[in-house]
């Protein structure tokens, strides 16, 4: 295609001229999903080799989009992290469906804005709809309320400004935190567990650090519930104001889910607001045989979750549901005149402006209500049943192994952490930290699998999160393997 055709006049491609674009692209997605099982999952190349490819100076004079998208082969996909890889096993990251691709292409070409709904008539209706298809998986009432959000981290903010404002007993939107006789307002978590997001969100909001009061945890790492009542009455004996608990529904290194049910009396009690953070796994709330850990997740006033990570939809959908939509009006309703300029009538809707922290909003909901469609509830609990079944494996092998120390019980979810321990270095946890560092380094550099670690009481362990829906027992096993390999190879 002759350059001219491709840029100038500077205005929209000519129909062929752009389906063509488009076919070119789709062929390169699905060539991207036709190699996803086989490819390494990191790159392994360093920042500053990156970099070096995309230090580009401005575009002055246009270019022919043929030549921007061949980019994508030669530069942007051998330069890339493959999350879909059935052997990426970091952090706590999803490994994107194909529908929700096409739904992020569908959702950017209507380029609809989801804060009100004269600029987004259909789509503020898929995404309340989503939300209430949400709100049944988790055994909320489908009249609950909730939106989506970029990430787990910015739904726990948002849950935690929510509760704040419900809880305060000031004119918190007028005065704020600085009200004189403002007392500090606390929250209450499980210590070993407490996920970042928290720290950030306390920061945020301008509570403070000091305001995240983390409660010693049970064995199995949920929240002692006994020491948080303990820790709430003296709390309250000098001086502090507690306002809001919050649930693990699935932590971040081990999985576990906190008594919801134990919580949420807790919460009732003394007037709290409880969250639970499922960013993980809330979701797994579809499964019946996990239905007694989450007894009482129904009690919460708001739960966040990732539908990035278990529900595998593209990067970023996460969603804050709460029992009662008017909490979310309470905390974010804006009063700009030129926002509800036109006089109420017919074509007055919800304006998702006035229940959460953003004006303009892309359209997440599309790739999930996508998902939902096409998998169904019958195919997630397929999925999630898979990737429990893959940690449930992996403990196995580290429990018939001498090599490897078991660290955390049986794994109720897809996050899994353990450690190599031969008998011989059992005494030396320095050394042991060391060779288990360089045991996620070396299969990462390798390009055997992607592998972090983190820290289980203290002591450094390799931590495999297999939420996705293409990891299979036999990446498990061959990714054991190759640990056990290089754990032999280096000690
Ligand atoms: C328990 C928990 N909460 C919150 C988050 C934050 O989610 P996001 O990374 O989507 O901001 C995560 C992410 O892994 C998580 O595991």
């Known amino acids: 295609m002759p350059t001219t055709d491709a840029t100038a006049p500077f205005v929209d491609l000519p129909a062929e ?13 699905t060539q991207f999903f036709a190699d996803i099982n086989e490819v390494a ?34 530069k942007i996909l051998p330069n890339s992290s493959v999350l879909g890889s059935p052997r990426w096993f ?65 739904a726990n903010m948002a849950a935690l400004r929510t509760a704040l404002r419900s809880k305060a007993t000031w004119d918190l939107a007028a005065e704020g935190l600085q009200a004189s006789g403002a007392r500090r307002m606390t929250i209450y978590m499980a210590d070993h567990e407490t996920h970042v997001s928290f720290q950030g969100a306390v920061d945020f909001l301008g509570l403070g650090q000091q305001a995240l009061r983390k409660v010693p945890s049970n064995a199995d790492f949920t929240i002692d519930v006994a020491a948080l009542e303990a820790m709430l009455d003296a709390d309250i004996a000098a001086g502090m104001t507690p306002f809001c608990i919050v649930g693990h529904g699935g932590s971040i290194n081990v999985g576990a889910f906190d008594d919801f049910d134990a919580l949420a009396d807790v919460a009732a009690r003394r007037n709290l607001w409880f969250h639970v953070d499922g960013a993980c796994g809330a979701l797994g709330a579809i499964l019946p045989e996990l239905a007694a850990h989450f007894r009482g997740m129904d009690r919460a006033d708001s739960v966040s979750f990732d539908a990035h990570k278990w529900l595998g939809t593209p990067y970023e959908a996460a969603c804050l549901l709460v029992r ?13 005149t030129y926002l509800l300029s036109s006089t109420p009538s017919e074509y007055t809707g919800f304006n998702y402006f006035d229940y959460g922290p953003q004006l303009s909003r892309g359209w997440r909901a599309l790739k999930v209500w996508m998902s939902l469609r096409q998998y169904g509830v019958d ?4 999925i999630f049943r898979r990737t429990i079944a893959c940690a449930k494996h992996l403990h196995a092998l580290v429990v018939a192994s001498d090599e490897f120390e078991v660290v955390q019980p049986e794994p109720e979810l897809y996050i899994y952490s353990f450690r190599y321990a031969p008998a011989a270095l059992r005494h030396d ?29 203290g002591r450094v362990t390799q931590r495999l999160s297999i939420c996705s829906h293409r990891t299979r027992i036999k990446d498990i096993d061959e990714t054991f393997e190759a640990m056990r390999g290089i754990g032999e190879e280096l000690r």
């Open 17 to 29: 001229s752009f389906r063509a674009l488009g076919h070119e692209a789709i062929d390169l997605i």
């Open 41 to 74: 999952p990191f790159p392994a190349r360093t920042p500053a080799d990156v970099r070096a490819l995309f230090d580009l100076r401005l575009p002055t004079a246009g270019e022919d989009p043929h030549t921007i998208l061949a980019d994508w082969s030669t």
């Open 90 to 154: 970091g952090f706590v990251n999803g490994s994107g469906n194909q529908i929700g691709a096409i739904a992020d292409a569908l959702a950017s070409a209507l380029n609809a804005n989801l804060g009100g709904w004269k600029a987004s008539p259909a789509a503020t209706e898929i995404e309340r709809r989503t939300i209430a298809w949400l709100s049944e998986m988790i055994g909320y009432a489908p009249d609950a309320g909730g939106l989506f959000l970029s990430g787990g981290t910015m």
């Open 324 to 336: 009662n939509p008017d909490s979310l009006q309470q905390a974010f309703v804006t009063h700009a």
């Open 379 to 382: 195919g997630y609990q397929a």
């Open 429 to 457: 946890d320095a050394a042991l930290d060391l060779l288990n560092q360089r045991i996620a380094d070396e299969i990462t550099t390798r390009q055997v699998a992607f592998v972090m670690t983190t820290r289980i009481r």
